[in-house]
């Protein structure tokens, strides 16, 4: 099988081209320091032939943290000697890591950081809710800055690259979609491109400019949003082909924002699940339980998109066609048949995982062994709804 042939990102040999996806861990205390949960969570994946892991995001301030409690902090020098462990671990497997990291924006809320919630412009998200604080142009090269050091802590501590979480309606996203930027300073968006990229631009640059050409840069980006102004395919193309001119060494291609988070990973909608676990659903009265189950639940269903196998694929396809840059597709990859075909035909250069190795940590090994080999998720969602929770990411429905 082709997906199984050594090959490169920037300049990291890989075992083969499946990369396992950035996904949240809730795994680390209440600092953002690793806790044995998430060492050998990562050990396993590399224990079970992943060609390279991507990291769930890490906060590079408190002030970008998300709302969901565990998640891990690249802020600080002091933290380095914890994550030199967690790469430590991986490597000896042969296997390689990436930390993604990544400043939540509007998408958090003051009760978890403590910390007013920011954004690129005062639309609120509208799921999270917050009227965020306006960032003042320092206050943008200060977070640039500090995306610059979290890059070089990430590169004390062993990884093998970042990547830059630009998707999912997080702050750098929001610079680039017109939707939320409605900024008319030099970080607003572009008249010509129709896209914001001055903010992402200038982290690039600052961490070049830190670790050096030798450091694996990666990027997540969204190819399209739900919101009533959507990002158009022509707007893709221009932030591909921004992206063409830069030291970008692999782009991620997936979908979305947390305002429809349902949409990103797609599936079932758990609505009994929401309705007891969700922070903004939760609730003891009978009343707002029936009140958001009859009418809140079916227009968010109204939304969600279904889940077709390898339903991003035909934008790492698209995107193959503007960049020189390997392009990873994440989304819906279920069988070894679907992941050699996308590889073979060369729609795109890796592909990502998460699901599936939540599911069966070993689903690498198994599809090695097997060509046929079907995942058996069931795609009920319950891990991500249980991201809001104090659990830890885990599969709870593995027979």
Same mark, same amino acid.
């Given at each position: 099988?082709?997906?199984?042939?050594?090959?490169?990102?920037?300049?990291?040999?890989?075992?083969?081209?499946?990369?396992?996806?950035?996904?949240?861990?809730?795994?680390?205390?209440?600092?953002?320091?690793?806790?044995?949960?998430?060492?050998?969570?990562?050990?396993?994946?590399?224990?079970?032939?992943?060609?390279?892991?991507?990291?769930?995001?890490?906060?590079?301030?408190?002030?970008?943290?998300?709302?969901?409690?565990?998640?891990?902090?690249?802020?600080?020098?002091?933290?380095?000697?914890?994550?030199?462990?967690?790469?430590?671990?991986?490597?000896?497997?042969?296997?390689?890591?990436?930390?993604?990291?990544?400043?939540?924006?509007?998408?958090?809320?003051?009760?978890?950081?403590?910390?007013?919630?920011?954004?690129?412009?005062?639309?609120?998200?509208?799921?999270?809710?917050?009227?965020?604080?306006?960032?003042?142009?320092?206050?943008?090269?200060?977070?640039?800055?500090?995306?610059?050091?979290?890059?070089? *802590?990430?590169?004390?501590?062993?990884?093998?690259?970042?990547?830059?979480?630009?998707?999912?309606?997080?702050?750098?996203?929001?610079?680039?979609?017109?939707?939320?930027?409605?900024?008319?300073?030099?970080?607003?968006?572009?008249?010509?491109?129709?896209?914001?990229?001055?903010?992402?631009?200038?982290?690039?640059?600052?961490?070049?400019?830190?670790?050096?050409?030798?450091?694996?840069?990666?990027?997540?980006?969204?190819?399209?949003?739900?919101?009533?102004?959507?990002?158009?395919?022509?707007?893709?193309?221009?932030?591909?082909?921004?992206?063409?001119?830069?030291?970008?060494?692999?782009?991620?291609?997936?979908?979305?924002?947390?305002?429809?988070?349902?949409?990103?990973?797609?599936?079932?909608?758990?609505?009994?699940?929401?309705?007891?676990?969700?922070?903004?659903?939760?609730?003891?009265?009978?009343?707002?339980?029936?009140?958001?189950?009859?009418?809140?639940?079916?227009?968010?269903?109204?939304?969600?998109?279904?889940?077709?196998?390898?339903?991003?694929?035909? *934008?790492?396809?698209?995107?193959?066609?503007?960049?020189?840059?390997?392009?990873?597709?994440?989304?819906?990859?279920?069988?070894?048949?679907?992941?050699? *075909?996308?590889?073979?035909?060369?729609?795109?250069?890796?592909?990502?995982?998460?699901?599936?190795?939540?599911?069966?940590?070993?689903?690498?090994?198994?599809?090695?062994?097997?060509?046929?080999?079907?995942?058996?998720?069931?795609?009920?969602?319950?891990?991500?709804?249980?991201?809001?929770?104090?659990?830890?990411?885990?599969?709870?429905?593995?027979?």
């Amino acid at each position: 099988m082709e997906v199984f042939e050594t090959t490169k990102i920037g300049k990291c040999e890989l075992k083969n081209r499946i990369i396992r996806s950035a996904t949240f861990e809730g795994m680390c205390d209440e600092q953002g320091f690793p806790t044995s949960d998430y060492y050998s969570f990562y050990e396993k994946l590399a224990q079970n032939e992943v060609g390279g892991i991507i990291t769930g995001f890490s906060y590079i301030s408190t002030e970008g943290k998300a709302m969901q409690p565990g998640q891990a902090g690249i802020d600080s020098e002091e933290k380095i000697p914890y994550f030199i462990k967690l790469t430590d671990n991986v490597h000896k497997h042969n296997c390689k890591i990436f930390m993604q990291i990544a400043h939540t924006g509007r998408q958090t809320r003051k009760q978890e950081t403590g910390k007013d919630v920011v954004g690129c412009s005062p639309k609120k998200s509208f799921y999270f809710g917050s009227k965020p604080k306006v960032l003042t142009s320092r206050e943008i090269y200060e977070i640039i800055e500090q995306f610059g050091y979290s890059a070089l *802590y990430a590169k004390e501590a062993g990884f093998d690259g970042i990547q830059i979480h630009a998707a999912h309606g997080y702050l750098i996203h929001q610079f680039i979609l017109p939707s939320i930027n409605t900024r008319d300073d030099e970080f607003g968006v572009d008249p010509k491109t129709k896209i914001g990229t001055k903010f992402l631009d200038l982290i690039i640059d600052k961490i070049r400019q830190k670790c050096g050409n030798e450091f694996s840069i990666l990027i997540k980006i969204s190819w399209g949003d739900d919101y009533s102004d959507k990002f158009s395919k022509g707007q893709f193309v221009n932030l591909i082909s921004f992206l063409n001119t830069k030291m970008i060494d692999a782009i991620e291609i997936s979908y979305g924002t947390m305002d429809y988070a349902l949409n990103v990973f797609r599936g079932d909608f758990p609505a009994d699940l929401i309705l007891s676990k969700n922070p903004f659903y939760k609730t003891k009265s009978r009343f707002l339980k029936i009140l958001n189950k009859t009418f809140v639940f079916p227009f968010f269903k109204i939304k969600l998109k279904p889940l077709k196998p390898m339903y991003n694929l035909e *934008y790492a396809v698209l995107a193959k066609r503007y960049t020189h840059i390997p392009v990873i597709s994440v989304g819906g990859f279920r069988g070894a048949d679907e992941i050699e *075909y996308s590889i073979k035909t060369k729609k795109t250069d890796f592909v990502g995982l998460s699901r599936a190795l939540i599911n069966e940590p070993d689903f690498v090994k198994k599809i090695k062994k097997n060509g046929q080999y079907i995942s058996k998720c069931k795609n009920c969602n319950y891990c991500a709804i249980m991201c809001d929770t104090n659990n830890i990411t885990k599969c709870y429905t593995a027979s």
